[in-house]
T-cell receptor
Framework: GAVVSQHPSRVICKSGTSVKIECRSL??????MFWYRQFPKQSLMLMAT?????????EQGVEKDKFLINHASLTLSTLTVTSAHPEDSSFYIC????????????FGSGTRLTVV | GENVEQHPSTLSVQEGDSAVIKCTYSDSASNYFPWYKQELGKGPQLIID?????GEKKDQRIAVTLNKTAKHFSLHITETQPEDSAVYFCAASRGSGNTPLVFGKGTRLSVIA
């Protein structure tokens, strides 16, 4: 079945540094990638939607200059958390839409980001 | 936009009993309703989904029902086992490629052996 590989699974960084998270669709073309953030014991909250080759659309309250999303190819999307602060510590999850299907959402395994 | 409400937030059942989780949605244009199981530290895993042209779907011990008129959908797990313990999320979307899933707040299911 469709697989999205997300890396890294865990990362610890210092305040002020940047962290890049990658999501790759391994056996399908992802025309659209959704990025979610999940705080402990809470639900998945949509951060942004990115379509291959175009700028991402950010949800209200999500800083586009802080959370940089690149979706340069049909198999790779990246989220860069710039100038990370402890409040950015969270679980970040990508979800790829499978091109050619109407209902195919495939999730990555998530990245646990801890900013110290 | 879409708003998905999910109840209960926590649910404890004895092994072998059934568990039911209910969700409501607000957007009448939503036509795709998946359910996800999430274990600690992992991404959500799709366990079953239903589309708006179907009222019920079953896969072994898991079933989902949909009432489009009332904008309700429910997850039913029968003969629960300890390994069913996890957080379950319902979600809704319009189903087209560039519309995201909107999630409920989750239900923490504990199956007591």
């Amino acid at each position: 079945g469709a697989v999205v590989s997300q890396h890294p699974s865990r990362v610890i960084c210092k305040s002020g540094t940047s962290v890049k998270i990658e999501c790759r669709s391994l056996d399908f073309q992802a025309t659209t990638m959704f990025w979610y953030r999940q705080f402990p014991k809470q639900s998945l909250m949509l951060m942004a939607t990115s379509n291959e080759g175009s700028k991402a659309t950010y949800e209200q309250g999500v800083e586009k200059d802080k959370f940089l999303i690149n979706h340069a190819s049909l198999t790779l999307s990246t989220l860069t958390v710039t100038s990370a602060h402890p409040e950015d510590s969270s679980f970040y999850i990508c979800s790829a839409h499978n091109r050619g299907t109407n209902y195919g959402y495939t999730f990555g395994s998530g990245t646990r980001l801890t900013v110290v | 936009g879409e708003n998905v409400e999910q109840h209960p937030s926590t649910l404890s059942v004895q092994e072998g009993d059934s568990a039911v989780i209910k969700c409501t949605y607000s957007d009448s244009a939503s036509n795709y309703f998946p359910w996800y199981k999430q274990e600690l530290g992992k991404g959500p895993q799709l366990i079953i989904d239903i589309r708006s042209n179907v009222g019920e779907k079953k896969d072994q011990r898991i079933a989902v029902t949909l009432n489009k008129t009332a904008k309700h959908f429910s997850l039913h797990i029968t003969e629960t086992q300890p390994e069913d313990s996890a957080v379950y999320f319902c979600a809704a979307s319009r189903g087209s490629g560039n519309t995201p899933l909107v999630f409920g707040k989750g239900t923490r299911l504990s199956v007591i052996a």
